[in-house]
């Protein structure tokens, strides 16, 4: 048996990547934040795909949470180790730089880039020692091009991608890979604000994607297939120029 934590599994590409992991026969651990009905739903989901798993409340931003929750998970199943972490949890507040607020630039770099940090630091330990283990992070369209009102955003996906970069060089001996993906604009409640009809004129694929687009090349990085793939990042952007 083989263990995958998606942080943010409970909604949208996390929910995609877990039901997609669990046809691929992995226990899957979804983390949510606050959501517990939508995670309860995923888990469903995981065991009409033939899978099992469980659910893991914490907020990854928070090192305390994140350490407090996968200890308590390592002393309960004492001899099995998390074999793939998918950091997928994200969050977005956009503004333009001169209105930013502090915590609108802090939110967003604590959940989608300091939590890549505190959540493989504490993982890669068994992983090493295990000499296998991928770790895959789902980035953006965001972190590569930058776009206008995400400075916040494009700075924590972009140092996420730095930081896969720099990790798959650290690790690679050791049999594990350490991968990006990046999607461009995705159905999901993230981007539900946002004027579909628009912005699909700049995509040439001429629609957003779906959570299960994202999930399949996930999915692969996650794969026996993908052993040789690390320091990567694949785009999941309809064409979209990166
Ligand atoms: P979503 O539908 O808004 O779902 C976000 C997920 O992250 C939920 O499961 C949520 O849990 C969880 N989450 C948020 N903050 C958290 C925290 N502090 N701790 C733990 N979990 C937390 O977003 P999505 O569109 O699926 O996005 C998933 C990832 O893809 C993000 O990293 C996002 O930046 C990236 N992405 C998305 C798009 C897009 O177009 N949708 C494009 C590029 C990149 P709760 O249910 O408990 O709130």
Redesign the pocket.
């Known amino acids: 048996m083989r263990y995958a934590l998606v942080?943010?599994?409970?909604?949208?590409?996390?929910?995609?990547i877990c039901t997609s992991l669990a046809k691929d026969g992995f226990y899957v651990i979804i983390?949510?934040?606050?959501?517990?009905e939508?995670?309860e739903r995923t888990l469903a989901m995981v065991s009409e795909n033939g899978g099992s798993g469980e659910i893991m409340?914490?907020?990854?931003?928070?090192q305390e949470a994140a350490d407090k929750a996968l200890q308590a998970w390592q002393e309960r199943n004492e001899g099995k180790y998390i074999h793939v972490l998918v950091?997928?949890?994200?969050?977005?507040k956009d503004a333009l730089v001169m209105w930013m607020k502090n915590e609108e630039w802090h939110d967003v770099l604590?959940?989608?880039l300091n939590?890549f940090f505190y959540i493989t630091r504490f993982l890669i330990k068994d992983m090493l020692v295990n000499k296998f283990g991928r770790i895959i992070n789902?980035?953006?369209?965001?972190g590569i091009k930058g776009l206008p009102g995400q400075a916040n955003?494009s700075a924590a996906?972009g140092g996420v991608i730095a930081a896969t970069k720099a990790l798959a060089q650290e690790i690679a001996k050791k049999n594990v890979t350490v991968n990006a993906v990046?999607?461009?604009?995705?159905?999901?409640?993230?981007?539900k604000d946002?004027d579909e009809g628009q912005l699909k004129m700049m995509i040439p694929m001429g629609r957003?994607?779906k959570?299960e687009e994202?999930a399949a090349a996930v999915r692969f990085l996650a794969s026996d297939e993908a052993s040789y793939i690390t320091g990567s990042v694949i785009n999941v952007n309809g064409g979209l120029y990166t």
């Open positions: 942080t943010g599994g409970s909604r949208g590409i996390g929910r995609a983390n949510y934040n606050s959501n517990t939508e995670a409340q914490f907020d990854v931003a928070s950091n997928n949890a994200g969050i977005r604590n959940t989608n939590s789902v980035v953006s369209l965001s955003y996906k990046a999607p461009g604009f995705i159905r999901t409640d993230m981007t946002l957003f994607g959570p994202v």
